[in-house]
Every structure is written in C-alpha cells, then in structure tokens.
C-alpha cells in the first residue's frame, strides 16, 4: 500500500510485554491540522517517534509519500518536521543560537537562512527575546521558539506531541495561529493534545485508546452523534456530590461530571432521559435541561464505548455511601461556615525593577474553591510561593489560616498543603516511602503517621502500587500519589500549582471529584490552571494580569460579563480572553494618551 | 563531505563549543583544577626525603660514640635530636615525630675495639617506602664514619669500590622534572574524559538527544560536534599545562614540542573515544560521571606509571594497565621532555593510543543508534 | 523537631540505597580500588633492568656481576659491549641501570688500589632512581665487605609496628581515609543539586522544615554511609590483607565520625552553589583531588616546602591520615588522637558554617 500523503498500515509496536500500537492503519492524505487525541498509554507519543523515523515498528509500515518511515528515515529527515514533547531545546542556547543550529542540520539554504529566521522569529513575536537563554524563556514563549525550530525549513509533513501543556490560553491560541500560518497549505499537521476543547478546533480528530483508533472524523462528528443524549442536572452545591454518585452508578448513563454549580451528564445509547428527583431526590429544586454536546462528553463516550465491558480504568472506584473521601478523617469535619481561611492585603512583589506582583488583594473563605488564572508570566505562581512562604513579599500583609506569614512562616507552612505543578516526588522511593517521609516531614507521631498513610493509600486507590518506585508509575497515579502526599498532615488549605498539565481527561476529572468532596469537607483550596474548562470547578475565580487582579468573580458572572450579540453564551476561556485584550488595549490607550 | 554536511558539522561544533564554554564548571575543570594541580605538584610534592627526622641516642658517650653520632648530624639526610635514654626515644617513634631511632650502645666502644660493634636502628615501618630510605642513609653514615676511622687508624680496610654514580636526564633528581610530564595526561584525561563523558548523557537527561535525532546530521556528525571542541579544550590545557612546566617550574622539554603535541592529540582522542563511550552506553550524568572517574581518571593516576612504578606491580594488575592509555601517553612524555625526541620508545607507544583511539571512537559510534528505545 | 529530621534522613539514605545504580556504585568503586590500590600504590622498586659493560673479565669484577645478577630486585642483567651500545641503553628505555666497570679493576683490587665502577641511572623516574641507586650501593658494599676483612661495626636494623616493609599496610589505612571522603563528599554534593534538578527541592521547602534541619537530614546520611563504609575497609583491611589492628577501633570511629562531618560541609556547600548535577560532580571533585595529594597519602608532608605545608593545616584529610595510621600500626595513644582530632573539629565548625550560610542564601 502505497500512495501521497501520510499512510499507516497495520502498524504495531510493543515495548516489552506492553503493546503500544495495535495493528493501527490510517491515511492522511490532506492538509489540515489532524489532532491526536487520546488518555495516557494510547499510543500517541510512540505514533509520533514511529513517523519520525525514532522507533522502528514491529509490524506493518509508515509511508509518507511511498517512502517508509523506517528504512528511509535519514532520506526523510528535512521533510519531517517533529516537535518533542520535551520541547527539545538547549537551555543553555539563545533563541537565534538554537534556530541557526536547527537551520544549519536541517539543510536551509545558507542563503535564506538570516530571511526564514527573522520571518519566524516575526511570526511568534519572539524578536525581542531573541537573544535570551530558551532556559529562561517562560512556558509559552518555549513552545513557540521549539515551533519556529521545527517548523524552519519549509516541511512536507509536521508532527508536534502535545504543543500546548503548559501554555495559558492566550499563548495557546497564538500558537494555533502559528502553526496554521506558518505549516502552509496541504500539509498535513499532526497535532496531539490532552485538551479536549483543542480538539474542537481540529480539522479532522483521531480518537486513539491503547493502542487502537477508536474514533476518525471530524470534531462535528463527534458531537453531532451525542446531540440529545447531553443534559445538565442544576443542583443545590451541598447535594452535588451525592447526586453525582447516584449517577455514576444509573446505568443509563455514560458520564457525570461536576461543572460549577451544575452536574454535566451524558445518556448512553437510546437510555431514557433520567428524573432530577431521582438523582437529587432531597433538593426539590433540582432540574434537568438538555444543553449542548462539548468534544469532551463525545470522547468519554467512546472511551466508554470502546472499553465496555470493564469500567474506565482510571475513574475513581465507586462508593456506596456517597462522594469518595479525600485526605485523612479529621475529628469534626470543618465546615463551610464563611470564615476566613486566607486573606491578601496590598501583596507586592518586586525583583529589581520589575514589579511581579502589584498590590493585589483578596480573600478566601473556608472551604472555598478558589482559582488564580492568568497568561503565563502573570504573577500567579509568584503570589503562590509567597503564600506558601517561599518568597518573602516587598510589601503588604498575608495571613493564612489565621497565621500572619511575616511573623511565623514555618508554622504557617505546617497548615498548608502543596502540589507542585511538575510531579516533585521522590521517584526513587516507592509510594508508601514518599508517603512516609511527608508525614515525618510534617512531624506527625510515629503511630498516626503509619495511620494516616494505610488510610491514604486505600483511599486514592494506591495500595496495589504500595510498593512501586514513585517514578515509574503512570502519571494518573503519579497525580494521586501527589495529592495524597500533600494531604498526609490534614492541611487546612491546599495550593495545587497547574494540577492538571499534562494528565489526561479521564484523571482529570476524577481529580476534580476529589477535590470538591474535599471543599465539601472544609478543606480550602487554591488552584491555578490553564484549561479554563476547569475553572468551571472552582467557586470564585481571581484574573491576574500583570502582576495585578483585573477581576473577582464567580465562573458564571464572568461568563456573563463576556457575552455579546454574536456569542450569547462564551466560555470562561473567551471571557478571559476578552478581559484580557481589553485591559491591553487600556493600557495601550492609556499610553497613546499620555 | 558534501557541503551540507560542513553546514552541520560547523554548527554542531559551534553549539557544543558555547555550551562548553557557558558552564563555569567546564572551564573549571579544564583550567583551573590542572592549574591546582600543577602548583601542587610543581611545589608540594617531593619524593625526596631530606632533613629526615631521626633520634639518636647515645647510652654511654665516649670519644667513639659520639664521633658517630655527629655523623648523624654531619649528613644532610639527617636532622637528628638526641634524647638520653632509649624509651623517650621510641615515644616519639610512635608520635611519628621520628622517623627512626639510632642505639650507640653502651658497650660500643669496647664492641668496637673488638671489631664486632653493633648499632641498632629502630625504624618506623609505616611508611614502608620511607623507612627504606632512612635504612639506605643511615647504611651510608655508618660506612663513611668506618672509612674515616680507617684512615685515621691507617688500617688495612675492605678494598674500596668506588662507584661514581651518574644520573642521567635529571641530574639533580627532582621530583617535579619526573611527576610534570606525567600530570599533563592527567589534566588532559579531566577534559578528555571527564567531560565528555557527560556530553551524550546529558542530551538524553535533558530530552534535546529527540530533536538532534529528527535532523539530518548523521551519528558520526554529532559525535563529532562533541569532539571537535573538547578536543580543542584538552589541546589548550595541554598547552597551558606545558608553558607551566617549562616556563614556570624548569622542567627541560630536550624533544620536540611538535612531537609531544602530536602524541598528545593522539591519546587525548583515545581519552574522548572512552569518555563518549561511557556516556553513549549510560545515558545518565550521574553514573556517566562516575564511571569516568572509575575508568579513566583514577587509572591515569595509578595504572599509568605517573606516579607508581608500573614494573614493581603484580603480574595481573601490570596486565590490566596495558589498557590504560595514560601508560603509553606518559611513557612519550617523560621521554620526550626528559630524554629527547626517542623514536624507539615513542613510535611503539604512539602505535598503542592510535589503535585505543580508533577503537574507542569506533565502538562510541556504533553504540550511538538514531533511533530510540 | 527530631521526627521531622529523622524522617528526612530516612528518605535520603533510602534515595541512596534503592537505586540500583547508585548503590553499585557506592559497594562497587570502592571495592575495586581496595583491589587494585594496594598492590598498585608502591613505591618499591622491583625488575631493575641492567646493562653492564665489563671490558676487564677478572676475577673481582666477574664476582661483582655475579652478586648483581644474583640479587632479586635486578632482573635481568644484559652484557652490552661498548660506548655506544651504552650511550643508546637509557634513552631507548632498555635499561634502569648501566654498569660500567673499569678495565684495571681486578688489578686494582688486587693491588688495595681504588677500583672503580660507573652507575648510570635513568634520572627520568627520580623516585625509581634513587631506590635503585640505594640498592646498588649496597650490593657494591657487600661485595667490597666479603672480599676484604669484616667492619669493625654494623647496623642492626629493625623496622617496629611494620616489620616486613610492606606497602599494603602503610597505604590501606590511608585509602580509609580517601575512600570514605569519596564516598561522603558525592553523597551530600550530589543530594541538594538533584533536588534542585528533579524539583523536589520547592516541596521541601513547604514543608515545616527549617533550613537547619534540612540541613542536619542532608548531613546525617552521608556520615552514616560514611562510616558504613569504613567499617568494610577496616574489616577487609584486618581480614583480607592481615594488617593488625594495633589500636582502639572506638577511637578510630570517633574520630573517622568527626573528620567526615568536616568533608561533609564541604560537600554541603558545593550543594547548595551547585546548580546542576555536573557542577556538582565537578565542585565535589575539584576539591577531592588537591586534598587527597596534600594528605601525605602517597608522598609524605614533611617533604613539602614550608607554605604547602602551612596549607595541609586546613586539610582535613591530612590529619585524619595520620591518625588512621596511628591508631591501625601504631596503637596511637588518646591524648596524641585527641590532639590532631581537634583541628579537624574546628575544620568541620568553619566547613558548616560556611555551608549554612551559603545555604541560607541560596534557600531563602
């Protein structure tokens, strides 16, 4: 089989006893962007590293215009452009270092080199950062200066594995921008991505699980055929988490995930509608309404579909009495009793010159779950490691729980739990070691140390991998692991720093399950992200920009602060967006007029 | 090579070179630690026992027995302290404040008169070495203290056997003029090996080893970005580590510099084919680090015959260092700064490290595959 | 307070011990150099090539040659036959020693006359040349001795708390020394700048845990590894290679205790200026090599000119050897181990200090 274009055939690779690829065959003969879509182990990044000529197949072929992928890599090297997940750059290089190079090894013409180089650099804005370290670049930046690499000769095919982790929304649809710009017309673009509303943008979507193709066509497609089996069950907040029990377990339904203050929930194939009474038969308000079908319902339901008989693996073990438990049992479960957990007054931060954070205050109540969004490089993460002490602020006051943070940093800290946003475990230690060793670090008694551990790992269902080196599990279980460590000392407020980068949707969700059931219990968390379809989950959401607040609101006041006459309803990522490019234009009318 | 492939062999080398040289730690190591090294060896370490600390005691003076013991004085091998009696003597052996105590017993004059006088030695035998040593001068003081009474006494002695002893090459027997020619491998094994034994590893460690393999540039294009400025680096401390020796410390260089520099780029590519096949094999700093240390660094200081004598070492181990490319390395640069330009010792050494670089950089080309997993 | 640091040095020694890598390592370098370095790290001299040009062929200096070639260290001895034969020897490497022996010097011995020999020594290895020098002399004495009557005196030497000369016990207490240096110095060099480079460091730090615990967890694994592995030198040591253990093996372990705390700082400070794993291999090594040269480990310090020798104060390692030495050979009374232990407890105070200060700066 041979032919134009990309061509898979029977396509298989095994790592060791694990198969990777399973008999996959697939043409992409047209331009477009093709997105990759699928959770952890579906075979995307061994899909990519086949086509680039980097992992020979175990059987069947690739051909990229009749030429195999394998035998004539080194002959296909300048068509193919591929972009690591790793992003692949040298830190220690500057931005015009590492373009000159990959434009030197991909052969660019000496003669168009300067010209090719100064349009990439144009394209992706990144000319005035064109001598700093890529090292010191922020996550957007990166990604876009490891696209102008790929992208620097002119290619006939162009792979890029999960371009968008780590990259805040406003980076990320720049970066669509790019690649449709800069790819150029009838190249096929292979794009994989755990962000679902990416996929929505796709010209055409490959739905890949373990290894096989469970879904071809175009992202209409997808949700063309969940039309009417999407609903969205509106419910008091304290009954949610019940009512989401019930319905993991009504076998008419494929789905039910928590949005906001609503439950999103999915039929399956020809099921009756279900009864709000019977989901939330204690909250005689309760209502189902039909709503519109998101990539993401038509993707869990063919995960579902593609794995019945057995549940989705990933999903949390159901419980019959009620929301899965998170953390350790405390003795009176906290409760949302409007009390303050956390409260920033004028918070400045400056290095050098430069101001990161700008006199932002706010407050968090207890139980509350409270999200800070903004374009990478707003002062997020700056005002997260002064919270959590790790910085000493330039200016204003901050107390957590009730500790102001300038008299006792280090008693503050015992109060707070935190997750890295890259895993920041020992991987060398196995699961029950890592646990071990925070409960020690936060100075629990021997005895309830081990207590808490036991209950810990039957909980977020560890126990099987007690014994495994943290390092080498999946990274749904890495995910798990790293809640439960930050856990292990019953904190009253947890900061999860980007939770969710880089962890498919299936654990995503299951993630977000647990963390409303913890806010249900009292537990306050802080949470930064850049899949602005989870800020959905949280109750109150700060926009920092510039080191400054530009808003406080609930999810739906902000939604509905954005809408307009042609997009009645937008998203919380389009009211970002717009917030933002507003404050932008103020500033620059701000200076025009001065 | 096509032009293409100049391309990227210029700027691969051009990357590695700024990477090199935007570490502090790899200037570090490739001039600041030989430059250490030369000054400790240039003025620190000495082989040569001198002024040797010893305790002699007299138990009975008498003319005889103190005409002895100021012999003991009267050498320069010796700085003697005369304590009275024998057991604060042997304290001091123990303090390690002596390296050995010398008995003038109390019948030594009538022993003497005998003809059958004997002098003990207490030696402190833990430094085996030393201990020789001090037993060969004391061996010597006694002889020429007997000498001088024979001709006093006009006697009939032993026949006297004069042996002039000439010390060819190093005439004032210095340490330095010995142990310089032979840190030069040394400093050279640090960039050579020790370095690039991190270079591939860390690609891997840092991902980029993905985005090098989906370019064009061949296996032997990358391996030789990496090796062009190491090589250049090695060459310079070379060169640094020779103008030190020559300039600063009077270590004659009697062969010739272009001969030296030649053998010198020969076991510096051994040295970079052995660290790139360590780092091609581990794919990981840490241990990559490690076992260079292990393979090339600490056998350049013992198996090498840098500082130990390579003959007076078990069959076995002799064996093992005919691996060690320092060996053949150091056997040139003795000879050529001490000796001369001596094409009989090192054409077969120079033979050794091109066969050892040959393989080395073979085998680092055959274990680097483009493909992963 | 203690629960917190205890859990963090449970966590660092099982970081260490768990990795299959790691742990070869740390059992596997210093095996083989307990292996090799013992037998390779001689001074003595052995397989003493000589040339020896005789143009005379009496009796006295057939004699001569005779005892040369009879003694052991001299293997083999070769007959050349003219100047040139002898100009070409050295410089071609083909002998350590020529012998040139005087055409008269069976007569002159004969007639009580002064006879005379040349000794040309290859001068390039000094060490190696003045040995061989040593031992020639003495064959010459002997030979000069059995032909005529005997001296009125004699040396009776005796070599105390190493009778037989042998290098192994001289350099093995030293590599106790060296190897456990090794062994702590990466250990602690290595543990903050992985943390830093794995991003484990920042979860640490949320933890209640202050830098000086942090610091005290980070210290404790590599003095515990430290003087683990010190116990499997000595155990070799006294098993494998028969040195007696003279001394008190618990004055040994204190002060092996206080002499790694000093390495230890060191190794900490390195950590925490380090920002990648290879800054800290080389900073951890580039503070190894010059303290392992000027310990008197293979060359003695008292041998070192006076201004090298003011610096080996402040090396820890040079009076740890000679303690090690002490207590192993010589049964080193307290009071002498006490005096040289307290410059390296003041050692360690200044190579802390500086490492939490640094520390200090670098965490904050």
């Not at chain 1, 929505?200 to 039309?227: H, N, S, Y």
């Not at chain 3, 390495?263 to 010059?290: D, E, K, N, Y």
Request: net charge neutral; glycine share 8%.
């Amino acid at each position: 089989m041979s032919g134009a274009g990309l061509v898979l055939d029977g396509l298989t690779r095994r790592f060791g006893a694990a198969v990777a690829l399973d008999g996959l065959s697939v043409r992409i003969a047209d331009g477009g962007i093709v997105g990759l879509v699928g959770p952890d182990g579906a075979g995307k990044s061994t899909l990519m590293r086949l086509v680039a000529g980097l992992l020979r197949p175990d059987a069947g072929r690739v051909t990229l215009d009749g030429r195999d992928c394998a035998t004539e890599a080194e002959a296909l090297r300048t068509a193919i452009a591929y972009m690591p997940q790793s992003r692949g750059l040298w830190t220690d290089l500057s931005v015009i270092e590492n373009l000159r190079l990959i434009a030197d090894l991909r052969g660019v013409p000496a003669g168009e080199r300067s010209a090719r180089i100064e349009r990439m650099l144009d394209s992706t804005g990144l000319a005035p950062f064109r001598d700093r370290l890529a090292g010191r670049l922020s996550g957007g930046m990166a990604q876009k200066a490891a696209l102008a690499c790929a992208l620097i000769r002119p290619p006939r095919l162009v792979l890029l594995d999960e371009p968008s982790v780590g990259v805040d929304p406003i980076s990320r649809r720049e970066l669509w921008a790019l690649v449709r710009e800069l790819a150029g017309d009838g190249v096929p673009v292979l794009w994989s991505t755990a962000y679902l509303d990416e996929a929505e943008r796709c010209d055409r979507v490959l739905l890949l699980d373990r290894g096989r193709l469970i879904g071809d066509g175009a992202p209409g497609d997808f949700t063309g055929a969940l039309e009417d089996r999407c609903l969205r069950l509106t419910v008091a907040r304290d009954r949610r988490l019940s009512a989401q029990a019930r319905a993991a377990r009504d076998p008419a339904l494929v789905d039910a995930v928590l949005r906001g203050g609503h439950l999103d929930l999915v039929l399956a194939e020809d099921a009756p509608a279900p009864d709000a009474a019977a989901l939330a038969p204690d909250d005689p308000q309760a209502r189902i309404e039909p709503r519109a079908p998101r990539f993401e319902d038509a993707f869990v339901a063919a995960l579902a579909a593609a794995r019945r008989p057995a549940a989705p693996a990933s999903s949390p073990a159901p419980s019959d009495d009620g929301p899965p438990r998170a953390g350790a049992p405390r003795p009176a479960a906290r409760e949302r009793d409007g009390g303050e957990a956390l409260a920033v007054d004028r918070l400045v931060k400056r290095f050098g010159d430069f101001t990161a954070v700008d006199g932002v205050s706010f407050s968090v109540g207890r139980g509350e779950i409270f999200g800070l969004i903004g374009p990478n490089g707003a002062g997020k993460s700056t005002i997260f490691k002064m919270l959590c002490g790790l910085l000493p602020p330039s200016d204003g006051a901050a107390r957590v729980a009730g500790i102001a943070l300038r008299d006792s940093p280090a008693a503050a800290r015992g109060r707070i739990g935190y997750m890295a946003q890259a895993f920041s475990l020992y991987g060398r230690l196995s699961v029950r070691r890592n646990l071990d060793f925070f409960a020690g670090a936060y100075g629990l008694p021997r005895a309830e140390a081990r207590r808490r551990r036991d209950r810990a790992l039957a909980e977020f269902g560890l126990a099987e991998v007690a014994g495994s080196r943290a390092g080498a599990l999946p990274p749904g279980y890495r995910q798990r692991l790293s809640l439960a460590a930050a856990l292990m000392h019953d904190p009253e407020i947890l900061f999860l720093d980007e939770p969710t980068s880089g962890v498919d949707p299936p654990t995503r969700r299951e993630f977000w399950l647990r963390i409303a059931a913890m806010a249900d219990r009292g537990v306050t968390v802080m949470v930064t992200t850049h899949f602005l379809d989870e800020a959905d989950y949280c109750d109150r959401l700060a926009v920092i920009y510039r080191g400054r607040l530009l808003a406080l609101e609930t999810p739906d006041a902000l939604k509905a602060g954005a809408a307009t006459a042609e997009r009645p309803e937008p998203d919380v990522e389009d009211a970002f967006v717009a917030l933002i490019e507003e404050s932008d234009r103020r500033a620059a009318g701000g200076r025009s007029a001065a | 090579m096509s032009r293409a492939a100049a391309r990227r062999l210029s700027a691969l080398v051009g990357k590695e070179s700024r990477q090199i040289l935007r570490d502090p730690s790899s200037i570090a190591i490739a001039f600041v630690l030989p430059a250490i090294l030369l000054f400790i060896f240039g003025y620190g370490v000495s082989l040569d026992a001198e002024g040797v600390p010893v305790a002699v005691v007299v138990e009975q003076p008498s003319p005889q027995a103190d005409s002895l013991a100021a012999a003991f004085a009267g050498s320069p091998s010796f700085d003697p302290v005369y304590p009275l009696h024998r057991t604060p003597a042997q304290r001091l052996l123990r303090l390690g404040e002596v390296r050995a105590v010398v008995v003038v017993p109390a019948s030594f004059e009538a022993d003497l008169a005998r003809g059958d006088a004997a002098v003990q030695v207490l030696l402190d035998g833990t430094d085996a070495n030393t201990a020789r040593i001090v037993s060969g001068y004391a061996d010597g003081v006694l002889s020429g203290w007997l000498a001088d009474l024979a001709r006093e006494r006009g006697a009939r002695t032993a026949p006297v056997i004069e042996a002039e002893s000439r010390i060819w090459f190093n005439p004032a027997v210095r340490s330095r003029n010995f142990l310089i020619p032979g840190l030069v491998a040394i400093v050279m094994t640090l960039t050579g090996a020790l370095l690039t034994s991190l270079l591939v590893a860390r690609e891997y460690d840092r991902g980029t080893i993905e985005t090098l393999m989906a370019t064009p540039a061949g296996v032997g294009e990358i391996l030789a970005g990496k090796v062009v400025p190491t090589f250049l680096l090695g060459m310079a401390s070379m060169g640094l580590s020779v103008a030190m020796a020559v300039w600063l410390f009077d270590v004659p260089l009697r062969g010739s510099f272009l001969v030296l520099a030649g053998a010198s780029a020969l076991f510096l590519t051994a040295a970079l084919g052995l660290g790139l096949v360590i780092s091609a094999a581990t794919k990981d700093q840490f241990v990559a680090g490690q076992l260079a240390i292990l393979v090339t660094f600490l056998p350049a200081f013992l198996l090498s015959g840098f500082i130990f004598n390579i003959d007076a070492m078990p069959p076995a181990i002799q064996a093992v260092s005919h691996l060690v490319a320092a060996r053949y390395f150091i056997a040139i640069a003795q000879t050529v700064f001490l000796v001369g330009t001596e094409w009989s010792v090192i054409l077969p050494n120079a033979a050794a490290l091109a066969v050892m670089g040959v393989a080395f950089l073979g085998l680092a080309r055959a274990l680097l595959v483009k493909r992963l997993g | 307070m203690f629960r917190r640091i205890r859990a963090l040095i449970v966590k660092e020694l099982l970081a260490i011990l768990n990795d299959p890598k790691s742990r070869a390592i740390l059992v596997v370098l210093p095996l083989v150099q307990l292996g090799v370095f013992p037998f390779a790290a001689t001074f003595e001299v052995d397989s003493i090539r000589i040339a020896v040009w005789n143009p005379d062929g009496g009796v006295a200096s057939r004699d001569l040659v005779a005892r040369f070639a009879g003694a052991p260290v001299f293997h083999p001895v070769v007959a050349i036959d003219g100047r040139p034969a002898i100009e070409a020897a050295l410089p071609a490497r083909e002998a350590d020693l020529v012998i040139v022996i005087d055409q008269r010097f069976s007569a002159d011995v004969a007639a009580g006359r002064p006879a005379a020999i040349q000794l040309l020594v290859d001068g390039s290895n000094s060490n190696t040349a003045l040995v061989t020098l040593s031992y020639a002399r003495e064959i010459v004495r002997d030979h000069a001795a059995a032909i005529g009557p005997d001296p009125p005196a004699r040396l009776a030497t005796r070599a105390l708390y190493n009778p037989n000369l042998e290098s192994a016990w001289f350099i093995l207490p030293g590599l106790l020394g060296i190897l456990t240096t090794i062994a702590s110095l990466a250990v602690t060099a290595f543990s903050v700048a992985r943390e830093k480079e794995t991003g484990t460091f920042q979860q640490l730090l949320v933890t209640p845990l202050r830098p000086a615990e942090i610091l005290v967890g980070k210290m404790v694994p590599g003095l515990v590894i430290g003087l683990a592995q010190g116990a499997v030198i000595v155990a070799v040591m006294h098993g494998v290679y028969g040195v007696p253990l003279a001394g008190s093996l618990a004055l040994l372990a204190g002060a092996l205790a206080v002499f790694l705390t000093s390495v230890i700082g060191i190794g900490l400070a390195v950590s925490a200026i380090a920002r990648t794993q290879q800054q800290a291999l080389f900073g951890a090594f580039l503070f190894t090599v010059p303290m392992v040269i000027l310990s008197g480990f293979a060359t003695p310090v008292e041998n070192m000119p006076g201004w090298i020798r003011t610096l080996t104060l402040g090396n820890p390692l040079r009076w740890f050897m000679e303690i090690a030495r002490g207590v192993v050979l010589k049964d080193l009374p307290p009071a002498a181990v006490l005096n040289l232990t307290w410059p390296m407890a003041l050692i360690a105070v200044v190579t802390l200090t500086v490492a939490a200060l640094v520390f200090r700066r670098r965490a904050g």
